[in-house]
């Protein structure tokens, strides 16, 4: 039964798009590409910028904040006297632990990481842009 | 000669080319399957250029173990099926209710072969065009898949996410509603001339 279905469909005239549909199709993907490219271009030029502008706060808030826990006299210590390390080195551990700055290695850290994505995001697009010109082509 | 799966994997590694290639491959298919349920030639060519560009969009979610035929239909047959709920061209349960009441008499015995004079007419085409046209959206859609797209069951109840039992009733059914209207129409005209 069905092989006479197959038989009588063949029969279904075949309708013909435009003959420009195809490229049709392809420009308009190729430029809704640039269009996409162009706004994560924008995007992650302004968090560049941004991470930028917050590197110098961040690096600051991390030194005050090592300064007035005594991180930064703790690891001093490290480095003055060999012999103190190896007597007291678990006190010494504890206390570089308990002094360490969290939140300003939090706050620089994240500047660094958005700053390293927003630079890669920066030549990904940028290459992708470039290539557009010659997509679908 | 690359398989689709290999184009997409090509595109989304950078050769942009390889979008093109798929776009020339299947929009002559897409075309032919919108054309089945949307009349106007410019809605039929911007629904199926709609249907290029989402498939673009979401290129990079497509699962590369998965046909990507079958996906490029699903996405077709939702586009199509959105455009006419919005466009309201048929009534919304047309497209919800698979199971609807027999539009024609159930007169034919399904073990009748179909009449020789239709292979014979000269205008077979359109004769078979208008019967589809006269059967149940989905009915409709899995005739079409199947008859014209050589899709198998399976893939087709992937396509409209349906078990594939229910396809193949549906389908069975539709093949019965196109068979009592085909032998209705022809015995009519044959009356005629």
């Given at each position: 039964m069905e092989h006479e279905y197959k038989r009588l469909f063949a029969y279904?005239?075949?309708?013909?798009?435009?003959?420009?549909?195809?490229?049709?199709?392809?420009?308009?993907?190729?430029?809704?590409?640039?269009?996409?490219?162009?706004?994560?271009?924008?995007y992650n030029a302004f968090i560049f910028a941004l991470s930028i502008v917050l590197f110098i706060p961040a690096i600051q808030y991390l030194g005050r904040e090592a300064t007035q826990s005594g991180f930064f006299q703790y690891g001093s210590?490290?480095?003055?006297?060999?012999?103190?390390?190896?007597?007291?080195?678990?006190?010494?551990?504890?206390?570089?632990?308990?002094?360490?700055?969290?939140?300003?290695?939090?706050?620089t850290l994240s500047v660094g990481f958005a700053f390293l994505f927003a630079l890669r995001g920066i030549i990904t697009n940028k290459v992708g842009l470039v290539a557009s010109h010659h997509q679908f082509n | 000669m690359h398989t689709d799966e290999e184009l997409v994997r090509a595109y989304l590694s950078g050769d942009t080319t390889a979008f093109s290639h798929l776009v020339e491959q299947y929009t002559n298919y897409i075309y032919n399957f919108v054309r089945r349920f949307i009349t106007q030639k410019n809605d039929a060519e911007d629904i199926t250029q709609e249907i290029f560009i989402k498939a673009w969009k979401h290129l990079s979610s497509f699962d590369e173990t998965r046909s990507f035929k079958t996906w490029l239909f699903t996405i077709a047959k939702n586009t199509t099926?959105?455009?006419?709920?919005?466009?309201?061209?048929?009534?919304?349960?047309?497209?919800?209710?698979?199971?609807?009441?027999?539009?024609?008499?159930?007169?034919?015995?399904?073990?009748?072969?179909?009449?020789?004079?239709?292979?014979?007419?000269?205008?077979?085409?359109?004769?078979?065009?208008?019967?589809?046209?006269?059967?149940?959206?989905?009915?409709?859609?899995?005739?079409?898949?199947?008859?014209?797209?050589?899709?198998?069951?399976?893939?087709?109840?992937?396509?409209?996410?349906?078990?594939?039992?229910s396809v193949k009733s549906t389908h069975f059914r539709a093949l019965k509603k196109l068979k009592s209207s085909l032998v209705h129409q022809n015995a009519i005209e044959k009356r005629i001339t």
């Open positions: 279904l005239k075949q309708e013909v798009p435009s003959k420009g549909l195809v490229d049709r199709i392809i420009a308009t993907a190729a430029y809704k590409n640039k269009k996409r490219a162009q706004v994560k271009l924008i210590l490290m480095f003055s006297d060999g012999t103190v390390i190896a007597v007291f080195w678990k006190e010494l551990s504890l206390s570089l632990a308990e002094s360490f700055p969290v939140f300003g290695s939090l706050a | 099926f959105d455009y006419i709920r919005r466009k309201r061209e048929i009534l919304f349960s047309d497209i919800e209710d698979v199971h609807g009441e027999y539009w024609i008499e159930e007169s034919i015995e399904d073990s009748a072969p179909l009449p020789i004079t239709l292979f014979e007419r000269k205008e077979v085409s359109e004769f078979i065009a208008n019967a589809l046209q006269k059967l149940p959206i989905h009915e409709r859609t899995i005739l079409i898949l199947y008859y014209q797209n050589e899709f198998t069951f399976e893939e087709i109840a992937k396509i409209l996410r349906k078990p594939m039992n």
